[in-house]
């Protein structure tokens, strides 16, 4: 997942101080107006607190990267409130210039401005999600309508939009290099798309709506994050966790420690529905217990229950989207993305569900078989999917994920699997940095050098769960890259994997493998950032494509060039015997059905609650739930959504919102590139500098679905994914 700027969410303005990171190699040279920016010339703050917080001046550390052992956790809303003040007042400066507008003394200040904000913000994202406390909690929410506020400013500013407007009607006559065309589009519909064109009455409604989304939004994150901590686990006889390996025992143990449960075993939540203990224990009421603690934890009544949140915030959405003149939140949002509206959206999923819920009708009967086999005398229930669908695994492809975790140990996945895929393809190296400072202990930072040994970017990674770190794995930039600005990229990874007990290594199931090299085909989007704005750079393109990177580089998990440089057992270092590795292969579309509904379930429900209308009446998120899932004839009971409404961080916090489908979108889009490579020889240096040139490195400077055909040499086509996902047979060869 692509991370958006946490405080900043509910907004779509794409200014420098608050796009998302991103890539783009610039195809045109800059013009002659756009130097390295200089010192801004907006009021400075007291010398007394200039002196103390350290953002108040660019980092002196490599790559400008935040000096963390030096910032404070009050150091952040000073710096906020400065920032905020001080790109006020560069924009206005902007508006009242009474030179006629012109692309240099408008769009190019305009990406020049909000650097003190953008240095704090880069540094809070990456500490509120990954390493928070009640400190940094009270900052988001109180910031978070002032940031709404901000934004708002900027937009609805009608004298900087007059400016804006005079030169998108000119761009064709201003003979713009295409990158500054395509700076001038895209400002110009985000300004619109914002409430530049509304009247006062309604600028001042969207403004009061935008503010309180904001705010109920960040209050959601804070919610689930504590219901997700109190929603772990806690076990006090050991016997019921039968069938979990010593390693994941002893991490239990740890978990509880930690918590000072010390003589118990917590198992936590990661944050999806289901969860990784669920396919090795062999207790069924301990099963269901650890289901129903993940199902229900911001269901409780209680004061982290984000039922009444959700129900609003889909009421505001329904109301910014009628003030702006669309019928939903989902067409507004949709309108700028590949989709381009809901019912394309929707479309495409009617393809796949079907396919997927038959199939998975299948898989479920193959369970129900075990469990009769066994006497159960149940039927399958969704707690009992994981832990059957591993012996039906076992049975009829001999696997056991227990003997697959021993040859995925985490440093050995990431230097010889993640970085080897990356040197392989665009001949990419890394080298560690002890000494850049970091947000928490566990993070590791890399040097990334070009294929001509020119030093190119940082990468952090922070791969282990803790209670303090939201769920989920996402990349985000600490730093944008911008020729403009004169900055090269600082990227970052986090993932929630177990942590093992001390002196124990870091054994990862496949999934997980999956997730590394997914979050860092993110990254290598904002590692080959190559353009002059930061507005357009890198990951800063449609939600339908952003995860087009990441789900591509996927493929590269699997490659048997790639597999077999990995795939070694800790122990002894010998490769994963060819037997083993065939029985992986073979297990490949295994459990597509269930995984393939899960995700649809999950983007309907997504697209369902964002197609509702303004004058709908508040939603009981429970039953609107169920009605969704019923109405799409996608509710199998034993394959409940990856995500349910109440903890639907994706939607609800993470800028996701009218956009889950993107995952679906983007997977079409990913197996079809990949077919690509295979047409071409697959695993190639030729390959990957065609890729990077073409994709990795444009960022949004061209209109997406030309940017995929122009690489492609064609339209994406559905069919490499329905058979990749195990939805379609292959044909048979004769």
């Excluded at 405080?7 to 610039?26: D, K, P, R």
């Excluded at 006629?100 to 003190?116: D, H, I, R, Y």
């Excluded at 708002?152 to 009608?158: L, P």
Aim: glycine content about 6%.
């Amino acid at each position: 997942m692509l991370r958006l700027r946490t405080l900043v969410i509910a907004t779509s303005i794409a200014l420098a101080a608050c796009s998302q990171q991103s890539n783009e190699q610039a195809a045109q040279p800059a013009p002659a107006s756009t130097a390295p920016a200089k010192a801004s010339t907006a009021a400075a703050p007291s010398a007394e607190v200039s002196a103390v917080n350290p953002f108040f001046s660019p980092s002196t550390l490599p790559f400008q990267a935040p000096p963390f052992d030096k910032i404070k956790d009050g150091d952040y809303q000073p710096a906020f409130e400065e920032g905020m003040k001080q790109q006020l007042e560069e924009i206005q400066k902007i508006a009242d210039n009474p030179e006629a507008p012109t692309f240099e003394n408008t769009f190019v200040p305009m990406e020049k401005s909000g650097q003190l904000l953008s240095r704090a913000m880069h540094a809070f994202d990456a500490v509120s999600g990954a390493n928070t406390n009640d400190a940094l909690q009270k900052v988001q929410e109180d910031e978070a309508p002032k940031f709404a506020e901000h934004q708002d400013a900027i937009v609805m500013n009608d004298k900087l939009f007059k400016r804006i407007s005079t030169i998108y009607d000119q761009r064709d006559s201003l003979k713009l290099d295409p990158e500054s065309k395509r700076l001038v589009e895209v400002t110009y519909s985000n300004f619109v798309r914002g409430g530049a064109k509304l009247s006062d009455a309604d600028k001042a409604k969207l403004k009061d709506l935008n503010k309180e989304e904001s705010s109920l939004s960040t209050q959601f994150t804070n919610k689930l994050l504590a219901a997700t901590k109190d929603g772990a686990l806690v076990i006090d006889d050991k016997a019921k966790l039968d069938g979990l390996s010593d390693g994941d025992v002893a991490a239990a143990a740890e978990a509880a420690k930690s918590r000072k449960l010390d003589g118990k075993w917590v198992l936590p939540l990661q944050n999806t529905t289901q969860q990784p203990a669920l396919q090795s224990l062999n207790d069924r009421p301990t099963r269901e217990a650890l289901f129903k603690a993940s199902w229900n934890r911001s269901e409780k009544g209680d004061a982290n229950d984000t039922r009444d949140l959700i129900s609003r915030i889909a009421q505001i959405r329904a109301e910014q989207a009628k003030l702006l003149g669309f019928s939903s939140y989902a067409a507004w949002k949709l309108e700028d993305q590949m989709a381009k509206t809901p019912e394309t959206a929707l479309t495409f999923m009617d393809k796949l569900a079907p396919a997927a819920t038959a199939r998975a009708e299948r898989e479920a009967k193959d369970i129900q078989d075990v469990i009769d086999q066994q006497k159960g005398g149940f039927k399958v229930e969704a707690w009992d999917w994981n832990h059957y669908s591993e012996q039906v695994r076992k049975a009829k492809y001999d696997l056991d994920e227990s003997q697959i975790k021993p040859y995925f140990e985490l440093d050995n996945v990431l230097q010889n699997g993640v970085f080897y895929a990356a040197n392989q393809l665009y001949g990419l190296t890394f080298k560690e940095r002890k000494d850049i400072p970091v947000w928490q202990p566990d993070v590791r930072v890399f040097e990334v050098f070009d294929k001509d040994g020119t030093s190119l970017a940082l990468f952090y990674c922070d791969y282990f769960k803790r209670d303090n770190k939201n769920g989920g794995a996402w990349m985000s930039n600490l730093v944008d890259q911008s020729k403009l600005m004169g900055t090269k990229p600082v990227i970052f990874n986090v993932a929630n994997f177990t942590k093992p007990a001390p002196g124990q290594p870091a054994l990862l199931s496949f999934d997980d493998v999956i997730t590394m090299f997914h979050e860092f085909g993110h990254g290598l989007h904002g590692i080959f950032a190559d353009s002059q704005y930061p507005s357009l750079s890198g990951a800063a393109t449609a939600r339908d494509f952003v995860e087009f990177p990441s789900q591509f580089n996927e493929h590269w998990a699997t490659d048997p060039k790639v597999f077999a440089n990995y795939a070694k057992n800790y122990k002894t270092g010998e490769p994963m015997p060819a037997e083993l590795v065939e029985k992986i292969k073979k297990a490949k579309t295994f459990n597509k059905g269930y995984d393939m509904t899960e995700l649809v379930s999950a983007a309907l429900l997504d697209m369902s609650w964002h197609s509702l209308s303004a004058d709908a009446p508040k939603q009981d998120p429970d039953k609107f739930e169920a009605d969704a899932l019923a109405k799409a004839k996608i509710n199998l009971s034993y394959v409940p959504p990856r995500y349910r409404s109440s903890y639907f961080q994706h939607i609800w916090g993470n800028g996701y919102a009218a956009g889950y489908y993107a995952y679906l979108w983007t997977e079409m889009l990913a197996d079809d590139a990949f077919q690509g490579f295979v047409d071409k020889g697959g695993l190639t240096r030729e390959n990957g500098d065609r890729f990077r040139a073409m994709i990795l490195s444009r960022g949004n400077t061209e209109e997406l679905s030309k940017l995929y055909k122009d690489w492609r040499g064609k339209d994406p086509s559905i069919e490499p994914m329905l058979l990749n996902r195990g939805l379609k047979e292959a044909p048979q060869k004769k």
